[in-house]
């Protein structure tokens, strides 16, 4: 299946590619750079399909995750015959493509919201979180993430309370209203029906908030001192997720992704159902959130493995628009560009489906910002704290050297990053030891090896400290990975390894060099070493 076996690739589509010079990316763009993403040949990156984050009509408050209307284009990014073309010039080269559904709240400017505020006898009143409050007060703890404050807003005209615990501007629906249940499920028709191949729903896990509005118990190991245990992760939200996936799974091979966005992979693997009945595929925020650590990294990776049901499909990711970038939270002086061909190779070559986020092909970092050129709510709200600077993440795709790195005749929305000059697709394309040329061997890699593609796998890093060691093994096929962790020399010497393998890709040796592992390989300053034995270097 091609959301087993293929990379994807995250889009932020306002930061990839602007056609019109407005400064704003748009779908017109994704299209042009369609065979930059996959032309057939070894010459492009060779991705299988995109997520794009929200192009829908929005206000823009948290650039497209507050949708004012979930069947229409923001004109920011083009018109629906735009995204029909774009659909038809990706399946065309074999790109399939993921749409991202906010369906935990819209804007606070969608009509269903708008006609639900008035009055509590509405036909939506009951399509958002509304709550009377208590003696005048918000009925509970509920905190906002993005405000920083008490999530329950008020609101005159109904002398109610709504929930919105991003921005105010974000009201939350009510899925336990079959009015809008029946909505939401029709418009996921909607999109299948236009030939999406899949969906990333975002905070899936929030969806149901308790029945009793119960106050969250405090606590000191969230980021939010609150333990969230009645405003997300509700026992009835898998219930929606069966719902989903028996809609998405009747129009034939279409995936979905949830992002379950919680500290815990106990909560997270949960959405995987039994294997085969909820999410398609659940992010693993424990390995994203990794630091820089060959034995932690094993260890969450493990533990991950071991907790999903047996037909679950694992993915993994390293960045993605909400949190700074690996290559900047990994950067190591001059060990920088070492460490993001290993962290390369650990994402495409553990078993689940990679999904890469744009830029981190040509080491997008992203260090630096002015104040005054912070426009995302969240960023902004927690100045000066780095670790929330959401815009860091989402600066324009860097196309190569000329004027906005390429991206926009106009003003950027967001400014570039200062490295484009040298960082960038133009100038790494022409060399072959740049980080994206890594990138598409380790893809085209993946393509041929059916172990690397849905091979079992087996950690043997205890063997070797500061390193990650790992065989993929597909019947007869097995692919052995090293990656080092550390400047310093280690030796890689196992007899539980086959003896002589041959190199398929590395960072310092050649495709086709034997190596023999019970004999001692000296590993080089974070070495990539992926060999081979019963495939074809
Ligand atoms: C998710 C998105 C994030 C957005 C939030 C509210 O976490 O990834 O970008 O701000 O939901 O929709």
Redesign the pocket.
């Known amino acids: 299946m091609w959301w087993k076996q293929g990379v994807l690739y995250q889009i932020y589509p306002r930061s990839f590619q602007d056609s019109n010079g407005d400064g704003i990316g748009d779908l017109k763009g994704i299209i042009e750079k369609l065979d930059y993403l996959n032309d057939g040949t070894e010459k492009s990156l060779g991705i299988d399909g995109v997520w794009i984050?929200p192009f829908f009509r929005s206000p823009m408050r948290?650039?497209g995750?507050?949708v004012s209307d979930y069947r229409d284009i923001d004109p920011s990014f083009g018109t629906m015959e735009d995204f029909k073309l774009l659909l038809a010039e990706a399946h065309a080269r074999k790109i399939h493509v993921i749409i991202d559904l906010?369906l935990?709240?819209t804007s606070d400017e969608h009509p269903w919201f708008q006609e639900s505020r008035r009055d509590k006898d509405n036909p939506k009143a009951d399509w958002y979180i509304w709550h009377s409050g208590r003696k005048g007060k918000p009925p509970n703890n509920w905190f906002s993430?993005?405000e920083l404050r008490n999530a329950w807003w008020y609101e005159p005209s109904r002398g109610e309370f709504y929930l919105g615990t991003?921005t105010r501007h974000?009201p939350e629906v009510n899925w336990r209203s079959p009015g809008l249940r029946k909505e939401m499920f029709d418009t996921v028709r909607f999109w299948l029906d236009m030939g999406v191949d899949g969906f990333r729903l975002?905070?899936v896990n929030w969806f149901i908030k308790d029945d009793q509005f119960r106050s969250n118990p405090l606590s000191l190991r969230s980021v939010d001192f609150h333990a969230h245990v009645y405003d997300r992760n509700r026992p009835e939200t898998i219930d929606i997720c069966r719902e989903l996936r028996a809609i998405t799974d009747s129009y034939g091979e279409r995936m979905m992704v949830g992002?379950v966005?919680t500290d815990d992979p106990k909560i997270a693997s949960s959405y995987y159902g039994n294997g085969d009945d909820a999410l398609h595929l659940v992010f693993d925020f424990d390995f994203l959130f990794q630091p820089w650590n060959a034995a932690k990294i094993s260890a969450s990776l493990t533990d991950w493995y071991g907790r999903l049901p047996a037909d679950a499909w694992p993915t993994f990711t390293l960045s993605?628009?909400?949190n700074l970038r690996h290559f900047f939270r990994y950067a190591k002086g001059p060990w920088t560009e070492a460490r993001a061909k290993v962290a390369a190779a650990l994402l495409i070559t553990l078993r689940g489906t990679p999904f890469l986020y744009y830029g981190e092909e040509i080491g997008m970092g992203g260090g630096r910002l002015r104040r005054k050129d912070l426009v995302d709510p969240?960023s902004r709200k927690t100045w000066p704290f780095r670790k929330f600077r959401?815009d860091l993440a989402r600066t324009p795709m860097q196309w190569s050297s000329a004027k906005n790195a390429g991206f926009s005749i106009g003003k950027p929305w967001l400014p570039v990053d200062q490295g484009f000059s040298s960082r960038n697709v133009e100038t790494e394309e022409k060399r072959g030891d740049s980080l994206l040329s890594f990138y598409k061997r380790l893809i085209w890699l993946r393509k041929e090896s059916a172990a690397l593609q849905s091979g079992e796998i087996r950690f043997l890093s205890e063997y070797l400290p500061n390193a990650l060691v790992y065989v993929r093994e597909n019947g007869s096929e097995k692919v052995l990975v090293v990656l080092s962790f550390t400047h310093r020399p280690v030796t890689l010497t196992s007899s539980l390894l086959p003896g002589r393998m041959s190199v398929l890709l590395g960072t310092q040796r050649s495709p086709g060099a034997s190596i023999d592992v019970h004999a001692g390989v000296p590993l080089g300053p974070y070495e990539v070493l992926i060999a081979g034995q019963g495939v074809a270097p």
């Open positions: 984050s948290d650039f995750y507050d906010v935990n709240h993430q993005f991003f974000q975002d905070v992002e966005y993605n628009h909400d969240v959401r």
